[in-house]
């Protein structure tokens, strides 16, 4: 995500993620479904740009969430943190 938006003329000051994922009721436990929250430090980073950027990451350059993505369902949001 960082190289997505430093091509795109973002000097990334602050960026982070959080996983949250729910899973199956049966043994063995696997899971059922994915999130991940992707937050930046406002610094001119368009709530636009930073959703294409994760969007990019979950759906390309993410290798477990490409491994994943068959079997359970991956979402993700963004949100950009007033300074």
Do not use: W
């Amino acid at each position: 995500m960082v190289l997505y938006l430093q091509e795109h003329g973002v000097d990334v000051e602050q960026l982070s993620n959080k996983l949250t994922y729910t899973l199956t009721d049966d043994e063995a436990r696997l899971y059922q479904s994915a999130k991940l929250q992707f937050s930046a430090k406002e610094i001119g980073t368009p709530t636009g740009l930073l959703s294409s950027a994760a969007q990019q990451a979950v759906s390309h350059h993410c290798h477990v969430s490409l491994m994943l993505k068959p079997a359970i369902e991956i979402s993700y949001s963004v949100e950009v943190i007033s300074r």
